[in-house]
């Protein structure tokens, strides 16, 4: 059963990760794209809540996660703490509103990859995740209903990371992880022009603009848990990334070109000449990403039910990319608040599969630091999870599913609200690698 639930699980995120770019968001087109990055499936099932901590699932939200919950809490008293491994991925399906009408698109993406080793007051992690996504197309239109202006893009940031944690206490724990960030994004612009008698002359200009970006960042956490009475258990937790640089190698080309005249698909690149980015100081450019702060709590029985809450602040005004200067767009601190938790009926019952079943749903609001034409972009998620045993119960392994329900954006002002349903699917699988054995 867990082999066969393995290659379900990757197969279809396999075909997530290859199926299609990562976002269909108009709202990619700005800063480095849309951010993908919220944790992980158990995570966004509860709202994006990162406060709940325990020694069965990773949490890649807070890096003293590493070292799990302490080894008399773990529902194995006596045993080592499981290795964790988890791989994950996301289907979406996005309606597109505005005063052009509606338009409904679908993107499956590869979510995480990582690896969480607890070993004595240590505990080690690492793993591969998309941090940002870009993936648009934007057509402008005159008074006269013509195509005048096409704008495309893909690409994004990805992260490499490798953490650790360390167990200062019974109740307390700290932890740090190094992100190296890599990726490029694509930027194609293409300008029309129509003869007296409306029809498209026969060379048309196109420009295209890429960013290879690098650089390395850190985030630190803290992790607290205490119990405030026979059986309720108190959370808190503290995430922090401070500010960092992002190394922007750029490139940008002018091209002569032809188009299909119903579609405006290219047909064929006539010349091609390379903009002089060096003279302007803008061929190695360094792009601004933001600190971010977390601040989380939550009270709940362990392994019965857990409620928490979590406050996120990310100096988004301080982004800056002097290579891409949009005069209808600025940026703001963003701040979110979202809330959730879980609920198990009997995680050890004997009879009834449906009793182990882990119950998850939570909400979170926030604006995205996004501002457009003077209005704040703001995004809401609604969100469900079950989280089901598989395996060999004593290590707990579970596949996750999540649906999220939000809306991100706005008609005002000529934008355009996106309505979204997110499926998401993780696999966690736990095992011992550092039992103790006994002999006679």
């Not at 499936?41 to 699932?57: A, K, P, Q, T």
């Not at 939200?61 to 045993?79: D, H, Q, S, T």
């Not at 004997?350 to 995004?379: P, Q």
């Not at 998620?381 to 999540?402: C, E, K, Q, T, W």
């Amino acid at each position: 059963m867990i082999k066969r639930l393995i290659v379900i699980c990757i197969t279809i995120i396999g075909s997530a990760t290859f199926a299609q770019q990562g976002t269909a968001s108009p709202y990619s087109f700005y800063g480095i794209g849309s951010l993908k990055y919220k944790g992980t499936v158990e995570n966004r099932s509860m709202g994006g809540i990162g406060v709940y901590i325990d020694s069965i699932h990773v949490n890649l939200r807070n890096p003293a996660a590493y070292v799990g919950k302490n080894i008399e809490a773990l529902p194995f008293e006596g045993e080592s703490r499981p290795v964790k491994f988890t791989v994950a991925g996301t289907m979406s399906d996005v309606k597109l509103k505005g005063n052009f009408g509606e338009a409904e698109t679908n993107t499956s993406t590869f979510d995480y990859l990582a690896l969480s080793v607890p070993v004595g007051k240590f505990g080690f992690g690492f793993g591969l995740l998309p941090y940002t996504s870009v993936g648009y197309k934007l057509d402008d239109i005159n008074d006269n209903n013509d195509l005048v202006n096409r704008f495309d893009g893909e690409g994004g940031v990805n992260k490499v990371f490798a953490g650790f944690g360390y167990k200062i206490s019974d109740k307390l724990s700290a932890g740090v992880d190094i992100q190296y960030n890599f990726g490029n994004i694509q930027n194609t612009a293409l300008a029309l022009e129509y003869n007296p008698e409306g029809e498209l002359v026969e060379y048309q200009t196109r420009e295209f603009n890429r960013s290879d970006l690098s650089g390395i960042n850190f985030n630190f956490g803290l992790a607290y848990k205490t119990m405030v009475s026979d059986k309720l258990e108190l959370s808190a937790t503290l995430a922090y990334a401070p500010e960092t640089k992002l190394d922007s190698d750029n490139q940008r080309t002018y091209s002569t070109v032809t188009l299909n005249q119903s579609t405006f698909d290219v047909i064929r690149v006539f010349q091609t000449e390379d903009a002089d980015l060096e003279s302007l100081n803008l061929d190695r450019t360094q792009l601004t990403l933001p600190s971010r702060l977390a601040i989380g709590a939550g009270i709940g029985q362990p392994r019965s039910w857990f409620v928490g809450a979590e406050f996120t602040t990310q100096n988004t005004s301080d982004f800056s990319n002097p290579v891409f200067n949009n005069t209808n767009a600025s940026y703001e601190n963003s701040s979110q608040i979202a809330v959730g938790g879980f609920y198990i009926p009997n995680y050890n019952a004997f009879s009834g599969y449906l009793k182990r079943v882990v119950y998850r749903a939570g909400f979170n609001y926030g604006n995205t630091g996004l501002v457009i034409n003077d209005e704040s972009i703001n995004e809401f998620g609604i969100s469900f999870g079950l989280g089901l045993p598989v395996g060999d119960r004593s290590l707990f392994s579970n596949a996750n599913f999540g649906l999220e329900f939000g809306k991100r954006g706005t008609t005002n002002q000529n934008l355009v609200e996106e309505n979204f349903i997110n499926f998401n699917l993780s696999l966690s699988l736990n095992a011992r690698w550092f039992r103790q054995r006994k002999y006679n």
